[in-house]
């Protein structure tokens, strides 16, 4: 198989398992299994050099270890019973339990309305319009935030690919990932879900 797997650890196990095309002209899928410890992930795609998580793109290199920003700090300490009755399944489902929407479904990834997008769980304001660009990933996507409202850490829920995650510096919200694609001045790409914003327009 074409590709290659980066050097796990001793006790890290990989295994491949073809899966049967969904109609006559896919490519053949597969299926990877990593066991790390006690702990599992799995994926799959047509081959290692095309699994993309959320917003991932070809040309992105791997980004640098994320630090966690100077921004706001934590002003909300609601449990998750209450998060879940304040926000709607889906909303409660990305922000608070770090998913992610299918591409090309959130309210946001097209829109080109002048305004300001605010954090879904706290009314943060994290992103201008005025810094969104259609980066073709099929989720909303922003070269900069709004001053430090953002921050980031280091994710590694996907073993064979650290990511740096995006959250809201003020109620710690996960919005979604930075890529190191994106256009100038910054060279970074937000790629953020719709269902953790809320435009506010101008």
Same mark, same amino acid.
């Given at each position: 198989? =074409?590709?290659?797997?980066?050097?796990?650890?001793?006790?890290?196990?990989?295994?491949?398992?073809?899966?049967?095309?969904?109609?006559?002209?896919?490519?053949?899928?597969?299926?990877?299994?990593?066991?790390? %410890?006690? &702990?599992?992930?799995?994926? %799959?795609?047509?081959?290692?050099?095309?699994?993309?998580?959320?917003?991932?793109?070809?040309?992105?290199?791997?980004?640098?270890?994320?630090?966690?920003?100077? %921004?706001? &700090?934590?002003?909300?300490?609601?449990?998750?019973?209450?998060?879940?009755?304040?926000?709607?399944?889906?909303?409660?489902?990305?922000?608070?339990?770090?998913?992610?929407?299918?591409?090309?479904?959130?309210?946001?990834?097209?829109?080109?309305?002048?305004?300001?997008?605010?954090?879904?769980?706290?009314? =943060?304001?994290?992103?201008?319009?005025?810094?969104?660009?259609?980066? %073709?990933?099929?989720?909303?996507?922003?070269?900069?935030?709004?001053?430090?409202?953002?921050?980031?850490?280091?994710?590694?829920?996907?073993?064979?690919?650290?990511?740096?995650?995006?959250?809201?510096?003020?109620?710690?919200?996960?919005?979604?990932?930075?890529?190191?694609?994106?256009?100038?001045?910054?060279?970074?790409?937000?790629?953020?879900?719709? =269902?953790?914003?809320?435009?506010?327009?101008?």
């Amino acid at each position: 198989m =074409a590709g290659s797997v980066p050097l796990l650890p001793s006790t890290t196990r990989v295994s491949f398992s073809p899966i049967s095309p969904i109609r006559a002209s896919s490519p053949s899928l597969f299926f990877l299994s990593l066991s790390f %410890g006690n &702990k599992s992930v799995a994926a %799959g795609g047509n081959s290692l050099s095309s699994f993309r998580p959320m917003g991932s793109s070809f040309s992105s290199p791997r980004p640098p270890q994320a630090q966690e920003s100077d %921004g706001l &700090k934590s002003t909300t300490s609601l449990s998750d019973d209450e998060w879940n009755k304040r926000l709607t399944p889906e909303q409660y489902y990305i922000t608070r339990q770090k998913g992610t929407e299918r591409a090309f479904t959130g309210e946001y990834w097209n829109t080109k309305t002048p305004g300001v997008y605010h954090c879904v769980c706290c009314d =943060a304001p994290l992103f201008n319009s005025k810094t969104k660009f259609d980066s %073709g990933t099929g989720w909303p996507s922003y070269y900069e935030p709004i001053g430090n409202n953002v921050k980031s850490k280091l994710d590694m829920s996907i073993i064979v690919m650290p990511r740096t995650e995006v959250l809201c510096a003020a109620c710690d919200a996960h919005l979604g990932h930075i890529f190191y694609d994106g256009p100038p001045p910054s060279g970074k790409r937000y790629c953020i879900n719709s =269902a953790s914003l809320k435009l506010k327009t101008q």
